[in-house]
C-alpha cells in the first residue's frame, strides 16, 4: 500500500485526479438523479422532502458499511441481509420489554460474527459460503423467535428515526456523521491503514507485528455492529421485526461498496464513497417512480441505472491505466 | 397583504362550505369534486397471474374514472416482494402529492411507519386483502368467517338439519389465510350441531393436491354428504370421488373455471346442484372507489367488508361465460355498488351481491 501511494504521488496531475474522479462519478449520478426528481417534483426539494426521499437509506448504509469492512478484507459476506431481519426481529421482541436481555443479543450475534471472521481465517475456508450457510442460520433463528412478522420497536427508537434536528434534515446529518467517521478511521488514520493492509497485503502486515488474525476478527465484529445499529434504524423506522424485511440488503450493499470505489479485491475501499454509493442505489429505485415508469419494467431498470453507473466507473479506469 | 388575508379567508370558507355539503351526502355515493385528486396503487408483488389481473382492474377502472373526470391521475408501483423497497415507494409516493394510496401490504406490520408518514402528510391510506395494523388506515378486506358461515349455510340449506358428515379441505399448514379461514369453519360449526366433520386434508388450493389427498382419505371415511373447500381444490375432490365411484356430495367450489365447467356438466347430466364463492382480484376497484368516495367527503369506516362473489346454481351459466379457461371469475366493482357496500358496512346490513353478468 505504501508503495503505490508514493507511486502516486509521483503521478501527472490528471491521473492523480483520476480515483477523485472515480469517486465522485456516484456522487456526480446521485446529484442528476436528485435533480431529475426536484425537477418533477419541485416541493420534493424541501427539508421534509429530503428526509423521505432518503429515510430508508439509513439503513441500506450502515449495513453497506458492514459490508465495506469485510470486502475490505478480500471476503464478501451474504449474511448482513437476514442478520440485519434478525435484529429488526429480536429489537421489536425484546428491546422494550427486556432491554438486557435484547443488548446481550446484540453483544452475543457480534461475538458470533468475529467467530464466523475467525473460523474463515484459520480454516482458510471461501468467505462467500461460510456466510451464504450463515445467513440461513440468521433467517431460521429469527423466524423462530418471530414466526409472523409483528412486534413492536421501542417509542424511543420510533421517535429517534422520526426525530427532525434543526438545519439538516437526519438521514442527511447520519449519512455525513457515518461518511465522516468512516473516512477518518479506516481512509486517515495510521490505524486505518494497518486495517486495509490486512486484506490487501496480510504478510507485510504480519511481519510489521500486527495479529492479522486478531484484526480480521475484530474487523467483523465491527461489521456485525454496523449490522446491528443498521437492524436498529430499520426497526426503528417500520416499528415491528419481520425476518424478510431486508434480503436485498445484502446486494445493495456489495453494489453500494464497489460503486463507491470498492475493489473485491481486498484492501481498496472508500467510507465516503461507499455512503454516497448507498445512497445513489436508495434514490435509483425512488427516481423510476417518478418517472412514472411502469411497475413492470422497474426491476430491471434498476439494475439499468446501477450498470450505467457501474460501466461509467470502469471506463474511467481504463483511461488511467 | 390585506387582500391576501382576504383571499385566504375566502378561499377557507368554500372549503368549509364544501365539506360541508360533502359531509351531508351520507348515503349513497358521495360526489364531492375529485376530478384533480389523484391515487395510487402500491402493490407488493406484480410476478403471479391473481396479482397481474389486480392491476390491470385496477388500471381499467382508473382510466374510465379519469375519462368521467372523477379523478385525476391513477399510478402503480410494484415492488419485488421486498417490504423495505415498498416502504421507499410509499415515501415516494407522498412526496409526488398523491391525494390517496391503496396499498396491498408485503408485510402486516412493516410498512406502519411508511403509512403512518403517509396519514400525517393528509394523504387517505387505504389497505386492502392484506391485515395493516396501523390505526390510521381504513382497510377493505373479505371476513373469512362470512366465507365459511356462507358454506355451511349453502349445505344446511340443501340437507336441513338432519345429521351430515362433513370433509373439510384446507389450504397450506401454516398459512395465515389458510388459519383464519379454518377458525371461522370451527364457529359456523357451533351454529349446526348436527354436522359432523369426518375428515380434513390440505390441497393446498390445488387440483392436483386435493385429488390425492382426498383419494388417500376417502376409503377410510363413511358416507360423505358436503365438502368444505378454500378454493381451487373443488375440481380435485370431485375427482376423487368420481374415481372412487361414490356419489358426489355437496362439494362447495371456489370459483375456479374448471370447477364451474365440472358443476355444469354434471348439473345437465343429473342434476347436481352446489354453490360457488370466491375471492375477486378485482378487490383493488373496491379499495379505488373506497379512497375516491373517502377523498369526495363519504364517511366511511375503518374497516369495509368486502363480500365474496357467490355464484347460484340459476346465475352458473352466465358467469361461466366470462370466465378464461382455466382462470378465475372477476367482476367489475362500479362506483355505487362500492357505495353500496360501504353503506351495508356502517349499518351492519348484509352486504350486497356483486350482480351475474347479463
Not at chain 1, 507485510?204 to 475484530?218: D, F, K, N, P, Q
Not at chain 2, 409526488?96 to 403509512?115: H, M
Request: net charge neutral.
Amino acid at each position: 500500500m505504501a508503495d503505490t501511494l508514493i507511486a502516486r504521488q509521483n503521478q501527472g496531475l490528471g491521473k492523480r485526479l483520476a480515483p477523485t474522479l472515480q469517486l465522485g462519478l456516484p456522487a456526480i449520478a446521485l446529484v442528476a438523479m436528485l435533480a431529475v426528481i426536484f425537477w418533477i417534483r419541485p416541493a420534493a426539494m424541501s427539508y421534509f422532502g429530503f428526509t423521505l426521499l432518503f429515510k430508508l437509506a439509513v439503513p441500506v448504509m450502515f449495513a453497506s458499511l458492514a459490508q465495506m469492512l469485510v470486502i475490505m478484507l478480500g471476503d464478501i459476506d451474504l449474511s448482513v441481509g437476514s442478520f440485519v431481519g434478525f435484529i429488526t426481529c429480536v429489537t421489536a421482541l425484546y428491546l422494550d420489554s427486556s432491554p438486557m436481555l435484547a443488548v446481550a443479543i446484540y453483544a452475543l450475534s457480534i461475538l458470533v460474527y468475529a467467530a464466523v471472521g475467525l473460523l474463515i481465517h484459520i480454516r482458510q475456508l471461501p468467505s462467500i459460503i461460510v456466510t451464504l450457510g450463515m445467513s440461513f442460520i440468521w433467517l431460521g433463528v429469527a423466524i423462530i423467535l418471530l414466526p409472523a412478522p409483528g412486534g413492536a420497536a421501542p417509542s424511543w427508537l420510533s421517535g429517534f428515526m422520526g426525530w427532525r434536528p434543526p438545519l439538516l434534515p437526519l438521514p442527511i446529518l447520519l449519512s455525513i456523521v457515518a461518511a465522516l467517521i468512516g473516512h477518518f478511521v479506516i481512509s486517515r488514520s495510521s490505524f486505518g491503514a494497518v486495517l486495509r493492509g490486512a486484506g490487501g497485503n496480510p504478510r507485510a502486515i504480519e511481519r510489521a507485528g500486527w495479529s492479522v488474525t486478531l484484526i480480521r476478527a475484530a474487523i467483523y465484529a465491527a461489521a456485525g455492529a454496523l449490522g446491528v445499529i443498521a437492524g436498529l434504524t430499520l426497526t426503528g423506522l417500520t416499528t415491528s421485526g419481520d425476518p424478510n424485511v431486508a434480503p436485498a440488503y445484502t446486494l445493495l450493499g456489495v453494489g453500494a461498496v464497489i460503486l463507491g470505489g470498492g475493489a473485491f479485491t481486498g484492501g481498496i475501499v472508500s467510507p465516503i464513497g461507499t455512503v454516497i454509493g448507498a445512497l445513489t442505489l436508495a434514490l435509483a429505485g425512488s427516481l423510476l417512480s417518478f418517472l412514472q415508469v411502469p411497475p413492470t419494467w422497474q426491476i430491471g431498470a434498476q439494475g439499468g441505472i446501477l450498470f450505467l453507473v457501474l460501466a461509467g466507473r470502469i471506463l474511467l479506469a481504463e483511461k488511467t491505466s | 397583504m390585506r387582500s391576501r388575508a382576504f383571499k385566504t379567508l375566502t378561499l377557507s370558507l368554500m372549503a368549509g362550505v364544501m365539506l360541508a355539503s360533502a359531509a351531508a351526502a351520507q348515503e349513497g355515493v358521495a360526489t364531492g369534486d375529485t376530478s384533480s385528486k389523484k391515487i395510487a396503487f402500491s402493490n407488493s408483488y406484480a410476478g403471479n397471474s391473481f396479482r397481474q389481473v389486480m392491476i390491470k382492474s385496477f388500471e381499467s377502472m382508473g382510466a374510465k374514472a379519469k375519462a368521467d373526470k372523477m379523478i385525476g391521475d391513477t399510478a402503480v408501483v410494484s415492488s419485488n416482494n421486498s417490504v423495505t423497497e415498498q416502504a421507499s415507494q410509499i415515501q415516494n409516493l407522498i412526496l409526488q402529492g398523491y391525494d390517496a394510496i391503496i396499498v396491498l401490504a408485503g408485510s402486516d406490520t412493516a410498512l406502519n411507519g411508511a403509512i403512518k408518514d403517509a396519514c400525517d402528510a393528509g394523504i387517505v391510506v387505504v389497505a386492502f386483502a392484506s391485515g395493516v395494523t396501523e390505526p390510521c388506515a381504513y382497510v377493505v378486506d373479505y371476513n373469512l368467517d362470512s366465507y365459511a358461515k356462507a358454506e355451511l349455510d349453502y349445505i344446511s340449506s340443501k340437507l336441513g338439519d338432519k345429521p351430515a358428515n362433513i370433509l373439510e379441505i384446507r389450504g397450506m399448514a401454516g398459512d395465515g389465510f389458510d388459519k383464519r379461514l379454518n377458525e371461522g369453519v370451527k364457529k359456523a360449526f357451533a351454529a349446526h350441531p348436527n354436522y359432523k366433520k369426518v375428515g380434513e386434508v390440505y390441497g393446498q388450493w390445488t387440483a392436483t393436491v386435493a385429488q390425492k389427498e382426498v383419494s388417500g382419505v376417502l376409503p377410510s371415511l363413511p358416507q360423505v354428504d358436503g365438502v368444505l373447500t378454500q378454493g381451487g381444490d373443488g375440481y380435485g375432490a370431485a375427482q376423487a370421488f368420481k374415481a372412487a365411484g361414490r356419489k358426489l356430495p355437496i362439494i362447495i367450489m371456489g370459483n375456479r373455471q374448471d370447477e364451474l365447467a365440472l358443476w355444469k356438466q354434471e348439473h345437465d347430466a343429473n342434476g347436481y346442484e352446489t354453490f360457488s364463492l370466491g375471492a375477486t382480484p378485482s378487490v383493488s376497484q373496491v379499495a379505488f372507489w373506497v379512497a375516491q368516495q373517502i377523498l369526495a367527503g363519504k364517511k366511511v369506516p375503518k374497516f369495509v367488508e368486502v363480500p365474496l362473489l357467490q355464484i347460484q346454481q340459476s346465475d352458473l351459466d352466465a358467469w361461466l361465460k366470462t370466465v378464461p379457461d382455466g382462470g378465475v371469475v372477476n367482476a367489475d366493482y362500479p362506483q355505487d355498488l362500492v357505495a353500496k357496500i360501504i353503506d351495508a358496512n356502517v349499518k351492519k346490513e348484509p352486504l350486497p351481491m356483486v350482480p351475474a353478468p347479463k
